[in-house]
């Protein structure tokens, strides 16, 4: 029985000093990401950073997975309710692109396109193919893509990113381009595609 508690304290000092990554991240940035900062900020001893973490390149990896649950399960929250099983697609596509390109590891996540990659897929993927899948349902996706739209979608979002760090100015055409182009690979009819493509960017689209 004594277990338990301990169990859910070392869940909440590890979520603390994931939390605390970000706030430094955000505040100071990369290059100051110290565990020194981290448990200054989480105000935990030194030593218990590596109780949880055996590197910064570890909580970074955290973090940027912290990030992705938090997102999903808002997403899950805001659209459940949602009877258009394609917007729920859209709208989640759509944030999750917003909130990995404004993440403060952006940077440092884009120079280990492989480790994002398996974060995506590993947090991501689970709450992307349920929606697919119930996209595919409704008739309005082509049942062929469930087992391979997420992976392809996975690295086209990357590359946007990618696209979007060395054009920042053009971060809106990147992201509407990204958006346009896997709703037409998702073989989805034009008029629809700009529906949902008015719905995201007004008339701009």
Do not use: C
Not at 136 to 149: C, F, M, N, P, Y
């Amino acid at each position: 029985m004594k277990s338990k508690p301990a169990t859910r304290r070392s869940l909440k000092t590890r979520r603390e000093l994931v939390d605390a990554a970000l706030q430094v991240l955000e505040k100071q940035g990369l290059q100051e990401l110290t565990v020194r900062a981290i448990t200054e900020q989480a105000e935990v001893a030194h030593g218990t950073f590596y109780h949880h973490f055996q590197s910064i390149e570890e909580i970074l990896g955290a973090a940027v997975e912290t990030s992705m649950v938090d997102l999903a399960e808002q997403l899950v929250e805001k659209l459940a309710d949602s009877e258009d099983r394609v917007w729920v697609v859209v709208d989640s596509l759509v944030s999750m692109f917003r909130m990995l390109r404004a993440h403060p590891a952006l940077g440092w996540m884009l120079e280990r396109p492989t480790l994002l990659a398996r974060a995506m897929r590993d947090v991501v993927g689970p709450y992307a193919k349920r929606d697919i899948q119930n996209a595919v349902d409704t008739g309005e996706i082509d049942s062929a893509l469930v087992g391979t739209a997420f992976p392809l979608w996975m690295w086209v979002v990357i590359g946007a990113l990618s696209e979007t760090v060395a054009n920042p100015k053009h971060a809106k055409t990147i992201e509407k381009t990204l958006v346009e182009s896997i709703l037409r690979a998702s073989q989805i009819k034009p008029a629809r595609i700009t529906e949902l493509m008015q719905r995201i960017y007004g008339q701009d689209s």
